[in-house]
């Protein structure tokens, strides 16, 4: 299976969900990405869909907003 | 690992992600309810805090709420 990735901003919500999905999926199935350390995936996190985070992309491309930490409005600043 | 809990309404949104929990996770660490057909357990949903449909209880007891596809007030009719 190839990896999930899972976008985030550092906030509660993202961290709690973050939690919840290593637990879930496992560690060595999903990458991490913290858009407010890694600004320059922002784009890439919005062409692959991604509206609000915390959120999942599944390997096969899906994304699943967990909860709602921020907008990517937001996370732009 | 005790199982996670999904619940759904048969929306599509609902049906999407579960296709994706179930590929994620694996069909053996999920048990799917139907709560339009499982009418019974819309309390039980409600007790362990989802809001909307789809919602996926983690073995731990937190709530993630997976895209949107209806609130508990829709399911509820």
């Keep these: 299976?190839?990896?999930s990735?899972?976008?985030h901003a550092g906030c509660p919500v993202c961290i709690s969900a973050?939690?919840?999905i290593i637990s879930l999926i496992g560690v060595n199935n999903v990458e991490v990405v913290h858009?407010?350390?890694d600004r320059n995936k922002i784009g890439e996190a919005e062409n692959a869909g991604v509206k609000s985070v915390p959120a999942l992309i599944t390997p096969n491309g899906n994304?699943?907003?967990l909860n709602f930490g921020a907008s990517m409005?937001?996370?732009k600043g």
């Design 5 to 7: 990735i899972f976008y």
């Design 35 to 37: 858009l407010g350390n």
């Design 1 to 3: 299976m190839s990896k």
């Design 18 to 20: 973050e939690q919840d």
């Design 73 to 75: 409005a937001d996370v």
């Design 63 to 65: 994304v699943l907003h």
